[in-house]
C-alpha cells in the first residue's frame, strides 16, 4: 500500500516519525485527511485530535491531541508542527477538568485584553480535550 | 618560611577547592549532556518552522505584511534580550555574552537611539546594572531551573509581543552564545523583530528548498490565507527562537563550566605538588636542624 511520511514535532522533541497509509489533522477550516499525493498546502491546526492510520485506511492506530499549531503538506510528506501535544490515552480527565476551572477562573480574572485572549485560548484548548475525550 | 602548621592547612584547604571544583565539572558534564540532548531534539520543530516561514514569507512580499515581518518602519527604540546564566562559575561566559551587548548598547546611543533591556538571567543583570540600570525593563530568573521549558520561552516571547503591540520599541535583538563545543561558545546576536531572513539559521537553505519546489509546479493552498498563517506563525518564531537561545545558552554556559572547572582542578593539583614539596623541605631542613643542635650540643659537652 502506498504511504505518506507524517511527522509530528512540538517545541521540545520529535513526536512521531515514520510512515503512515493516512492521517487527519483538525485544520483550522475542518478537519482533513492527508492521503499519499496530498495536494501542497499549509493550514494553521486548531485544538483537536489527530488520527493516525499507520497500516491501512481503516483502522486507527494513533490517537494523539495537539493544542493547535500548524501544519505543512506536500506530495511526499504531512508535517505538523504542534503547541502542545498530549497522546490520547494519556489524558487525565479530572486533571483537565480542574485545570478547565482554574483557566475559567483566569479568563474572569484578566486585567487586559492580552491576558483575556490567552486565557480564552487556554480555555478554549482544554474544553477540546475533554470533548475529544467524549468523541472517541 | 611559613611554618610547618600554616603549610599543611593550606595544603589541606586547596584540597578540599579541588575536591568542589572537581564535583562541579562532573556535574557539568552530566548538566551539558542533557543540554545537548535538548538542544538535538527541539532543531527539527526549529527547521520545520524556519521552512515554512521560508515558503510564506516569499509569497507575503510588499508591505502590507505583518508588522513584526516587515517593521514598523522606524528604527528609533531598540529592544534587547541579553540571555545570559543565573550563576558563575563558569568562564567567560557571561562576560563575553555582556560584553557583546554593552557594545551594541554603545553604539546604538552614540547615534542617539533609545535602548531598552530585558535580562534572561540573573548574572548579565548584574554586569549590566551598574552602567545601563535605567533601561532594564525587567529580569527574568530561572529559566533553566529545573530544566529549559517552551512555556518559560512563551512567556518571554509573549512579554515581548506585548511590548511590540503597544509600539514600546521597533527593533529587538536576542543576544546568545550559541553552543559549538565544550571549549567554544560564540556569541550571537539576532534579530527577531522585524524578522530577518538573512540571520534566521537554515532560512536561505529552506527557502531554497522552497524556491526549487516551486520551480517543480509546486505551489501551495493555503487554509484558512497566506496572511491568516503568518499572523500565527510569527509570534510563534518569535517563542521558538527564544526557546532555541535559552537550550543553546544553557549548553553553552554548562561546557564553559565544565572546562572552567577542569583548568580550575588541573591547577589545583600543580598548587598541592608545589606545596608538598616546601612542605616536604622544611620537615626536611628542621630535622636537619635539629640533629645539627644536638650533634653540637653532645661536641660541646
Given at each position: 500500500?502506498?504511504?505518506?511520511q507524517?511527522?509530528?514535532v512540538?517545541?521540545?522533541?520529535l ?6 497509509a ?7 477550516e ?7 499525493r496530498h ?7 486548531r ?5 493516525v492510520?499507520?497500516?491501512n485506511?481503516s483502522?486507527v492506530?494513533?490517537r494523539?491531541f495537539v493544542?493547535g499549531?500548524f501544519a505543512e503538506?506536500t506530495?511526499?510528506r504531512?508535517?505538523?508542527l504542534?503547541?502542545?501535544?498530549e497522546?490520547?490515552d494519556e489524558i ?5 477538568e480542574?485545570?478547565l476551572?482554574d483557566a475559567r477562573?483566569d479568563l474572569e480574572?484578566?486585567?487586559n ?7 480564552a485560548?487556554?480555555v478554549?484548548v482544554l474544553?477540546e ?8 | ?9 593550606r ?7 579541588q575536591k568542589?571544583?572537581?564535583?562541579m565539572?562532573?556535574v557539568a ?10 538542544v538535538e531534539?527541539s532543531?527539527p ?10 515558503s510564506l514569507?516569499?509569497s507575503?512580499?510588499?508591505s502590507n ?7 514598523t ?5 531598540h529592544l534587547?534580550i ?8 563558569c568562564?567567560?561566559?557571561n562576560?563575553?555574552?555582556?560584553r557583546?551587548a554593552?557594545?551594541h ?6 547615534e542617539?537611539k ?7 538571567g540573573?548574572k548579565g543583570?548584574?554586569?549590566?546594572r ?7 525593563l525587567?529580569?527574568v530568573?530561572g529559566v533553566t ?11 518571554i516571547a509573549q512579554?515581548v509581543l ?8 521597533d527593533?529587538?535583538t ?6 559549538k ?10 534579530q527577531?523583530v522585524?524578522?530577518d531572513?538573512e540571520?534566521s539559521a ?7 528548498e522552497?524556491?526549487a519546489?516551486k520551480q ?5 493552498d493555503?487554509?484558512?490565507d497566506?496572511?491568516?498563517i503568518?499572523k500565527e506563525?510569527?509570534p ?13 545558552n544553557n549548553a553553552?554556559?554548562?561546557g ?5 572547572m577542569d ?5 589545583a ?12 623541605r622544611?620537615?626536611q ?12 650540643a653532645?661536641?660541646?659537652?
Open positions: 500500500m502506498e504511504k505518506t507524517f511527522e509530528l512540538s517545541p521540545e522533541q513526536l512521531h516519525s515514520g510512515e503512515v493516512m492521517v487527519v489533522v483538525p485544520g483550522a475542518g478537519d482533513f485527511g492527508v492521503l499519499p495536494a501542497p498546502m499549509i493550514s494553521t491546526v485544538p483537536g485530535v489527530i488520527s492510520y499507520e497500516e485506511r483502522m492506530s494513533r494523539i493544542g499549531g503538506v506530495q511526499e504531512c508535517t505538523v504542534a503547541d502542545s501535544v497522546a490520547f487525565d480527565r479530572g486533571a483537565t480542574r485545570a476551572k477562573e480574572d484578566a486585567k485584553e492580552i491576558e483575556k485572549t490567552e486565557a485560548k487556554q478554549n474544553e480535550k475533554l470533548r475529544a475525550l467524549e468523541t472517541f | 618560611m611559613a611554618s610547618l602548621k600554616e603549610l599543611r592547612s595544603i589541606s584547604s586547596v584540597k578540599s577547592t568542589i571544583t572537581s564535583a565539572k562532573m558534564a552530566a548538566k551539558l549532556r542533557r543540554a545537548q540532548e535538548q531534539a532543531r520543530y526549529a527547521d520545520r518552522m524556519a521552512r515554512m516561514l521560508g514569507a516569499g507575503v512580499q510588499g505584511g505583518p508588522k513584526l515581518l516587515t517593521g518602519g522606524k528604527d528609533d527604540v534587547l541579553v540571555a545570559t546564566a543565573d550563576r558563575g562559575l568562564g567567560g561566559f562576560s563575553s555574552i555582556v557583546d554593552r557594545k548598547i554603545e553604539q546604538l546611543k552614540s542617539g533609545t535602548v531598552k533591556i530585558i535580562c534572561v540573573r543583570r548584574d554586569q549590566l551598574r552602567q545601563h540600570g535605567n533601561d532594564i525587567e529580569t530568573e531551573k529545573p530544566r529549559p521549558t517552551f512555556d518559560k520561552a512563551h512567556a512579554d506585548n511590548r511590540f503591540d503597544q509600539g514600546e520599541f527593533v529587538c536576542l543576544f546568545y552564545a550559541r553552543f563545543s565544550a571549549i567554544s561558545q560564540i556569541v550571537t546576536r539576532q527577531l522585524p524578522f531572513e540571520h537554515n532560512l536561505e537553505a529552506a527557502e531554497e522552497a524556491q519546489e517543480a509546479g509546486f505551489v501551495y493555503y487554509e484558512p497566506e496572511e491568516e503568518l506563525l510569527l510563534r518564531n518569535l517563542a521558538v527562537q527564544i526557546y532555541k537561545a535559552i537550550l543553546e553553552s554556559e554548562n564553559a563550566r565544565m572546562t572552567a583548568n580550575a582542578t588541573r591547577n593539583e600543580e598548587m598541592i605538588k608545589d606545596l608538598t614539596l616546601v612542605y616536604n622544611t620537615r631542613a628542621e630535622i636537619t636542624k635539629e640533629l645539627i643542635e644536638i650533634i653540637s653532645k661536641e660541646a659537652m
